[in-house]
């Protein structure tokens, strides 16, 4: 997986994850598992990553000798939109706003949109999806979501989801099928198989280089990971919640916190680094971690800037046959004949699977009735 987000993260959470086809999770833990009525599982999906990082591998395995366009990264979201209706998930697809930090990983952000946004927008809006936009970064917006029970799920690749709070990532993955596949972390699984929490998981990315923090040079993935299985994240987010109005006393907190992982980096106490080091234990001894230098980036995982707006229910609609057809001959070039091969192999199984799954899902209707897009008719017709 992609680095994004903490440094090094991914790998070290490998295990805690389990291995899911995209629409037999939304099967078993949705329609199956679903605390209440039965329905399809609200994915929110991290736009910006997906655009990127998903369209630009599938575009570099089939064109390995092309360069990456526009053009590409559009018929990629087609493809992938076509394999989200056909796995039944409902989605909302969140784009980074304004209130994006300035600088991230010491690099200027650039804040204007693509071009191309604009486009991929109304491509998600046409497969009935809902597009919003954050006010700051995506991630923290949809971890704030997923712990309001707004959606079930984050779909991303920027691992600062786990700081943030969220409680299910999914993670694309590999598959040889036409089928999305996904590996899931689940807050709960990982907490019950490494001791790592919320807490832990702020030490991490306090420690390591991410979008919002520099790291400590010299402290690596492994050495974060198990500095947080031995509790001290806990320690550090308690003593923020504790003494964040009260600097002096958050200080004393601070420094006490130093020396504790200090003098277990040099005696491994409590059996979770595996080996004593010296050097590491100097190397955080001179650093001062944490210190009230340090404050600001903890509250941007702790407080990053979110719209209470966006904590409410939103609902899907069914695909517009019409406006897609439009949409494809328009941006993709498509003929008629291509049209309706490219709608045959892709768009016709998603959109049986979402109506069927309007069942349970659409519009919450209780007469059992199968909703058919109103265009579907009138595209057959032309």
Known sequence: PCDMGIEGLWPLLQSSASAYQLKDFNIEHGFIKAPQAPRALRIGVDARLVLTFHAADRGMQKRKRQLHTSDTTLTQLQQFLCQLSEAGVDCLFLFDGPGRPEYKRGKKVIHREPDYYKHAKTLIELFGYSSRTATGDAEAELANLNKNGIIDSVLTKDSDVFPFGAECILLLSASHSKALSVDVYRSDAIQCSTGISRGGFLLIALLLPSDVSQGVNGIGSKTAFSLAQCGFGDELLEAYNR???????????????????????????????????????????????????????????????????????????????????????EQFGWNSELTIKKFHTDLWPAVITRMLCSVCTINHLSDSQLLIPHSLSAWCRS
């Open 243 to 329: 003494f964040s109005t009260a600097p002096s006393l958050l200080s004393v907190a601070f420094q006490k916190l130093n020396n504790d992982m200090v003098l277990e980096l040099e005696s491994d106490s409590r059996g979770k680094l595996g080996s004593i080091s010296f050097t590491r234990a100097q190397i955080l001894r001179d650093a001062k971690f944490p210190s009230l230098g340090i404050l600001s980036d903890i509250e941007a995982f702790v407080m990053p800037p979110i719209n209470p707006s966006f904590v409410h229910q939103f609902a899907s609609t069914l695909p517009d046959i019409i406006g897609l057809t439009r949409f494809c001959r």
